[in-house]
């Protein structure tokens, strides 16, 4: 037997529901993902930030006075750290 209108329609508003659902939870997913991955990116940042300021502490010239006036790894004259 043919189905009515009424259960047309009833049958096309479930299937629509379930649809619906299913891109919800996919959206949801997605959304975990892209949280992640922007923690991940912020991580990367603070590692690269590090590295930069390491790689510019490195960079500098060595101190040019006495080791006398060195002690601990600074520079007591010019106020800087020694590498």
């Not at 329609?9 to 959304?31: C, I, M, P, S, T």
């Not at 590295?51 to 106020?79: F, I, M, Q, T």
Request: aromatic residues 4%.
């Amino acid at each position: 037997m043919p189905l009515s209108n009424a259960e047309k329609q009833q049958a096309f508003r479930k299937r629509r529901a379930r649809r619906v659902a299913g891109l919800e939870q996919a959206l949801a997913a997605e959304r975990a993902k892209a949280a992640l991955l922007w923690r991940d990116l912020a991580a990367v940042k603070a590692d690269l930030e590090t590295a930069l300021a390491e790689n510019e502490r490195l960079s500098r010239p060595p101190c040019p006075h006495p080791a006398e006036a060195v002690l601990d790894g600074r520079c007591h004259k010019r106020g800087a750290d020694l590498w």
